[in-house]
């Protein structure tokens, strides 16, 4: 009976393999989890504050456009991808991301220059620098069939912001996710305006609430996830609605303005990822429609009701070959057809035809990985009832190579270098009274020096990650817009050339002092400048251009215990000007700001709950982002969340 019995337990030796994790090329700045749902952030864009190298235009509110500039090359050069596909705004360019909230938000990455993966679309491969966001896909343990999140906040200016999101395992391949969410607030906070002359005297000091700063949006997003015999595939389905004001700029003792803005914001996108043997293929496509009525009411400005839409078709085929273990060799191809319509008289209805092609190739050799990339774009725009622009064609190259000259592989070092360029916008062409159709791309050129140090050691300190790049960019066919000799008009041109140099620096140290007590520090430190090189005719030439401070920095320290969670943060942005001259006129001080939260969970079975204490802005203090735009003092949030 014994030895029947071990013979029935007897088992054949069982070999598993498996390829090690990729290696990234240039490391990203991640905030991902626990540590991003800490954070005293509503948006995507007030998250992106704590990354090095990033600088947010913030126009004030909580529904104020909020627009994110990498390494000083503009707004217009940084990619955004939503879950695996690019977000696009052929008009003007500028993604707000203050329209994407944290509520379903796992992760938020910045690649400069590329990300170090081979599989992705040809248009990853062409931005001078990507943020990338992840919503959470759900996760279902054995027996699970269901999850379900609600959440309610509340506080200053008269937030009210409830959400909920449903995870359904739909079959044994296929799970799903409903997401939704309202904002609505009235925008109204205090602010103290304060000015001074040029020779220093005190001009004006007045308290006021700021005006017509109100919103009211809903987001409504579902996700489907599959796995298929040779690959997995996701869809995507969201909406974006939302009324609100423009508060406008304070000057002139004018408090209150009569501008509105109705988005619609629409997309559907999905995407498949399936394997034979050593090749990879990714097929991604997507159709988007957005719309945007905008009302100035304003009695001592020309009255505009303007309606525009815009559409996007868009297709990528992705496909990766895998030599063998050091070399791995890949292609892209996307196409992109984008439309903008508006009730303008004269306007040409433009319509814009974008081909990407891309080649890249990755060597990973021992201590040493390389990845080089040439895309390909080719531009056709084509206009009604004028002379057709011509087509506009560019090669970018790109090259990154990471080491690691030690046997443990927690110090490495890095470079790129690469080049990229950026269509001008509908707007910058064809805009009635402004635009120029003869507008040559920006190009941008950028080096990049690293080094990397990434060790989880043991004892009271549990990890650390130092970083440290310096980098030069170098921008020319700088897009600006140029009086025309009128009043109210304008035009744009070829004019600009920027010269970049900078400094970025992160610090994250993770510290277990007690069983159940962590403590994560986190530090970033930026030095840039960014100077105007266009003409030494200019008054301007050599200076600081505008908006962009030569000092800036974050600090987090988040405390956990058991189950509470203390966390503070700090932000701080040097001088700058609000103009092309630096001088004191245009001098605008530096600002600095203290937030501070406190949550607590609960666990009710199967129930998870937690309850978080915002205060932000915790010294009052007065700033502006952006000139004459104030930003909101002392403010509060609660929130209440909860999960089963």
């Not at 938000?105 to 990853?124: F, Y």
């Not at 995507?236 to 003792?253: D, F, Q, T, W």
């Not at 010294?619 to 003092?633: A, C, E, F, T």
Request: one cysteine or more; aromatic letters at 12%; charged letters at 20%.
């Amino acid at each position: 009976m014994g030895q029947d019995l071990a013979d029935t337990l007897r088992l054949e030796e069982v070999v598993v393999t498996g390829r090690a994790p990729v290696r990234e090329t240039i490391p990203a700045q991640t905030l991902s989890g626990e540590e991003l749902q800490r954070l005293n952030s509503h948006s995507v864009a007030d998250a992106l504050r704590y990354f090095s190298g990033v600088q947010v235009k913030d126009y004030g509110g909580v529904g104020g456009i909020k627009t994110v500039n990498i390494r000083s090359m503009g707004t217009n050069h940084t990619g955004v991808v939503y879950d695996g596909v690019a977000l696009g705004n052929a008009q003007n360019g500028q993604i707000d991301l203050g329209q994407f909230s944290l509520d379903n938000i796992e992760a938020i990455s910045l690649h400069n220059g590329q990300k170090s993966q081979m599989l992705q679309p040809a248009s990853d491969f062409g931005s001078a620098g990507t943020i990338y966001m992840r919503t959470r896909a759900p996760q279902f343990a054995v027996g699970e069939t269901y999850h379900a999140r609600g959440a309610l906040r509340f506080g200053s200016f008269d937030l009210l912001n409830p959400s909920a999101l449903i995870e359904l395992k739909l079959t044994e391949s296929v799970n799903a996710s409903l997401s939704a969410e309202w904002l609505n607030s009235s925008g109204k906070y205090r602010f103290r305006y304060r000015r001074v002359n040029p020779a220093g005297e005190l001009a004006y000091d007045t308290t006021a609430i700021r005006q017509n700063g109100d919103i009211n949006a809903t987001r409504l997003e579902l996700n489907l996830y599959g796995q298929m015999r040779n690959g997995t595939w996701t869809a995507k389905g969201y909406n974006y609605n939302s009324e609100r004001g423009v508060p406008g700029a304070i000057v002139n003792n004018v408090w209150r303005r009569g501008e509105r803005i109705w988005d619609t914001n629409s997309f559907a996108q999905g995407s498949a990822t399936m394997s034979w043997g050593r090749f990879t293929t990714l097929a991604t496509a997507k159709y988007a429609f957005y719309r945007t009525h905008y009302v100035n009411n304003d009695d001592k400005q020309v009255k505009v009701d303007n309606l525009y839409r815009q559409r996007e078709l868009y297709f990528s085929t992705s496909n990766q070959y895998v030599l063998n273990r050091r070399f791995s060799f890949s292609a892209a191809y996307d196409i992109k057809w984008n439309t903008l319509d508006a009730d303008m008289y004269g306007f040409v209805k433009p319509d814009r035809l974008s081909h990407l092609l891309s080649a890249a190739v990755d060597i990973d050799y021992k201590r040493v990985r390389g990845q080089a990339s040439l895309v390909a774009t080719f531009i056709h725009d084509r206009l009604q009832g004028v002379e057709q622009p011509k087509d506009k064609r560019a090669l970018t190259p790109a090259a990154y190579v990471s080491c690691y000259p030690t046997r443990s592989r927690d110090f490495s070092l890095r470079a790129f270098f690469k080049q990229s360029f950026r269509m001008p916008t509908f707007n910058d062409l064809y805009y009635a009274d402004m635009g120029n159709s003869k507008l040559e791309p920006e190009r941008v050129t950028q080096y990049n020096v690293g080094a990397l140090y990434d060790a989880k050691p043991r004892g009271l300190v549990s990890g650390v990650r130092l970083s440290v790049d310096a980098y030069y960019n170098y921008v020319t066919n700088k897009i600006v817009a140029y009086p025309k000799g009128q009043q109210f008009r304008w035009t744009m041109l070829n004019l600009g050339k920027v010269d970049i140099r900078g400094i970025d620096a992160l610090a994250i140290v993770v510290m277990r002092p007690a069983r159940e007590l962590e403590l994560t520090i986190r530090g970033q430190y930026t030095w840039q400048r960014a100077i105007d090189v266009t003409s030494p005719a200019d008054n301007y030439y050599r200076h600081q251009i505008p908006y962009i401070p030569h000092h800036s920095g974050s600090a987090v320290a988040n405390l956990t215990w058991r189950e509470w969670g203390l966390n503070y943060s700090w932000i701080y942005v040097g001088a700058r000007y609000n103009q092309q001259e630096n001088i004191r006129y245009n001098y605008t001080q530096p600002w600095y700001t203290s937030d501070l939260s406190l949550s607590r969970d609960f666990y009710f079975g199967s129930c998870h709950a937690r309850a978080l204490v915002e205060v932000n802005n915790l010294l009052s203090q007065d700033y502006d982002v952006i000139l004459n735009y104030p930003m909101p003092k002392r403010n509060f949030r609660i929130s209440l969340t909860i999960e089963i």
